[in-house]
């Protein structure tokens, strides 16, 4: 799964810090997120989504190999 | 159980514990309540040391048992108790074969046992932390 979530954090001038303390989840998970290593659940994918008022569709993108 | 209460059952246990080490001290078993007390010191460090560190994770607002967190906690878990039952059962295996004749303490038998899979789990969340 691929992401904006890295050029969307920077545009908005947070840190991953900040980032992770809105969405209520470790740096780490940020971390992991922006390098596409992790793939989030619903609840964390909605929060992540309306922290930056976009929907799931725009923020998280479902490669072709499915994964 | 909330942070506060778990962290005061923690320390109650190794106070506990602390306790037993120096009674074995002073009935003479000096190897296993010196080693019983050393593992006690560097277990009670730690665990304040961790402890610091996440309370300045909550009073940021961040959750260090976040959902990856769990994730990476429960495919450790399957991965190292895995490892421990195949190692087991070809341990059984070949003993059973070949059968050499061991005399073994059985408390000394369960804690090796038990240190192998805590550090087995130890690695398997490393892996998974790096991969994940």
Known sequence: ?67 | MNQKKSLVVKYLVLSILGLIAIWQIASGKYDFGVGLLAGLIIAGTALGIKNKRLSKMFEKGMNPYDERVWMIAGKASYLSLRIFAITCALIVLAGSVWGPAVQVNPYNLLGICLSVLMLLYIFCYYYYNRKM
């Open chain 1, 1 to 67: 799964m691929e992401n904006k979530l890295k050029e969307l954090r920077e545009l908005a001038g947070m840190t991953q810090e900040d980032l992770a303390a809105q969405a209520g989840v470790s740096r780490q998970t940020i971390i992991s997120l922006e390098k596409g290593k992790y793939n989030p659940s619903i609840n964390l994918a909605y929060k992540l989504s309306r922290l930056f008022d976009l929907t799931i569709e725009e923020l998280f993108l479902l490669k072709e190999s499915g994964d």
